[in-house]
């Protein structure tokens, strides 16, 4: 389900804050100082930035979530006033390219090589390593090592994991997952979601809950997540994944088509400038895409293949929804 059906962040009018009225109309700009995003990033990541991109461009945003893979098929089915998506791995984007006009900031030559879009159909904005995490109190001995703890029998009903076909950051963990093993990768996709025994999370940000509150021992999320998570003093651990893990990066892109083309274009180079990138990894947690940040240094990663991922991400989630037909919710 879409977290939240519409909600304006402006401060386009000084003094005014937040817009008045149930649909912001007693302060909307003109029609070409709008721009409408679609984001599956949570509300901390948002909306800071929409608040300062508003603030320095005067552009009203009109602002829509939900998990990335229904927020990209709502955009693909063409039926959104969407200008851009905001969010989303770069597998998840890459798989609906052609939902996008392709675009090349003006700091493209800033981002690192490893995170650049060949097509320009979306512009990187953070990267994002996969962790393991786990219950300390729940677990005190032998947690969780890498990747193929998770096909481990032990730890079957036992893992939160949320469901791929809603958020493009457990789609990420999937394939992560699936290229990290050796063997068969449809038959270990296979034994992992018999290792959930017939439960998956709702949305990507119900992983850490879970565990912490001790529903589930273990579980798969993001580093930011799980930073965010143990500065909270939340009870887990977090682990890198012993075969290496992905860093992939998230991103924004601009719909086809869309109504406010250059707005949207000039959010995405907002969010590529040092002073937003720096702001990343000072204030969330995320490692920034631009030469000048952290990046993926002292990582241990495997050789993600994006195309892979995106070309395949109709046919995984079909074989993934198949091993949950039946089950209980």
């Known amino acids: 389900m879409i977290a939240a059906a519409l909600v304006l962040l402006s401060a386009f009018t000084a003094g005014c804050g937040r817009a008045g009225g149930t649909d912001g109309s007693a302060f909307a700009p003109a029609e070409d100082r709008r721009l409408v995003i679609y984001t599956s990033h949570k509300q901390e990541v948002y909306e800071p930035l929409i608040r300062e991109f508003e603030?320095?461009?005067?552009?009203?945003?009109?602002?829509?979530?939900?998990?990335?893979?229904?927020?990209?098929?709502?955009?693909?089915?063409?039926?959104?006033?969407?200008?851009?998506?905001?969010?989303?791995?770069?597998?998840?984007?890459?798989?609906?390219?052609?939902?996008?006009?392709?675009?090349?900031?003006?700091?493209?030559?800033?981002?690192?090589?490893?995170?650049?879009?060949?097509?320009?159909s979306y512009s990187p904005f953070s990267a994002l390593p996969v962790v393991l995490i786990y219950n300390t109190k729940l677990v005190r001995m032998n947690p969780p090592e890498g990747w193929a703890s998770l096909l481990d029998g032990s730890w079957r009903g036992k893992i939160a994991f949320a469901d791929p076909?809603?958020?493009?950051?457990?789609y990420t963990g999937l394939c992560t997952l699936l290229q990290a093993l050796p063997g068969d990768r449809?038959?270990?996709?296979?034994?992992?979601?018999?290792?959930?025994?017939?439960?998956?999370?709702?949305?990507?940000?119900?992983?850490?809950?879970?565990v912490a509150e001790g529903s589930c021992y273990i579980g798969v999320t993001?580093?930011?997540?799980?930073?965010?998570?143990?500065a909270e003093g939340l009870d887990i651990a977090m682990?890198?994944?012993?075969?290496?893990?992905?860093?992939?990066?998230?991103?924004?892109?601009?719909?086809?088509?869309?109504?406010?083309?250059?707005?949207?274009?000039?959010?995405?180079?907002?969010?590529?400038?040092?002073?937003v990138q720096q702001m990343l990894e000072e204030d969330f947690s995320r490692r920034g895409v631009c030469g000048a940040g952290e990046g993926t240094e002292g990582l241990?990663?495997?050789?993600?293949?994006?195309?892979?991922?995106?070309?395949?991400?109709?046919?995984?989630?079909?074989?993934?929804?198949?091993?949950?037909?039946?089950?209980?919710?």
């Open 55 to 120: 603030q320095r461009s005067g552009i009203w945003v009109e602002l829509e979530t939900g998990g990335t893979t229904e927020l990209l098929k709502r955009i693909a089915q063409g039926d959104t006033d969407c200008d851009l998506m905001l969010g989303g791995g770069a597998d998840s984007l890459s798989a609906y390219a052609g939902c996008f006009s392709p675009y090349y900031s003006v700091h493209n030559g800033d981002i690192l090589p490893e995170y650049r879009s060949a097509d320009g």
């Open 165 to 170: 076909a809603v958020s493009g950051s457990s």
């Open 186 to 210: 449809e038959e270990n996709l296979k034994k992992f979601a018999a290792n959930l025994d017939g439960r998956q999370l709702s949305s990507s940000g119900e992983v850490v809950g879970a």
């Open 222 to 230: 993001l580093e930011e997540t799980a930073l965010k998570a143990i």
């Open 239 to 275: 682990i890198y994944p012993e075969e290496g893990t992905s860093a992939l990066a998230d991103g924004a892109a601009v719909v086809a088509g869309c109504a406010h083309e250059e707005n949207a274009r000039s959010f995405i180079d907002f969010m590529l400038s040092p002073q």
């Open 300 to 329: 241990r990663l495997i050789d993600y293949d994006i195309q892979w991922a995106s070309g395949r991400q109709q046919s995984l989630l079909a074989l993934w929804e198949e091993q949950f037909e039946g089950a209980e919710e």
